[in-house]
Nanobody, 118 residues
Framework: QVQLVESGGGLVQPGGSLRLSCAAS????????MGWFRQAPGQERTFIAD????????YYADSVKGRFTISRDDAKNTVYLQMNSLKPEDTAVYYC???????????WGQGTQVTVPS
């Protein structure tokens, strides 16, 4: 079992930056692939970015490529999502997830709200 807790969300003006954190605890979280997803009001949860257990491979949704960066610090059992050049359409609840391989996620955090006003 892996427990995930996101933090770092908030209100930021267009063009601004935020860094989200996802603290993991439980069984050997460093051996899990980690991902970030988001869900805007009235919409389905969508993939943003993920990172392999080794940290050597990352994937991004086209909508955030070049603006967002996922990274992990296994010494701190934490995954980060650096978000730059934020836009109003980035407004959503952001969730982190963990799984045994990229694309297959079994554990989810409770989410953190990011709001970029128009």
């Amino acid at each position: 079992q892996v427990q995930l807790v996101e933090s770092g969300g908030g209100l930021v003006q267009p063009g601004g930056s935020l860094r989200l954190s996802c603290a993991a605890s439980g069984r050997t979280s460093s051996s899990y692939a980690m991902g970030w997803f988001r869900q805007a009001p009235g919409q389905e949860r969508t993939f943003i970015a993920d990172i392999s257990w080794s940290g050597s491979t990352t994937y991004y949704a086209d909508s955030v490529k070049g603006r967002f960066t996922i990274s992990r610090d296994d010494a701190k059992n934490t995954v980060y999502l650096q978000m730059n050049s934020l836009k109003p359409e980035d407004t959503a609840v952001y969730y982190c997830a963990a799984g045994l391989k990229v694309g297959v996620y079994n554990y989810w955090g409770q989410g953190t709200q990011v709001t970029v006003p128009s």
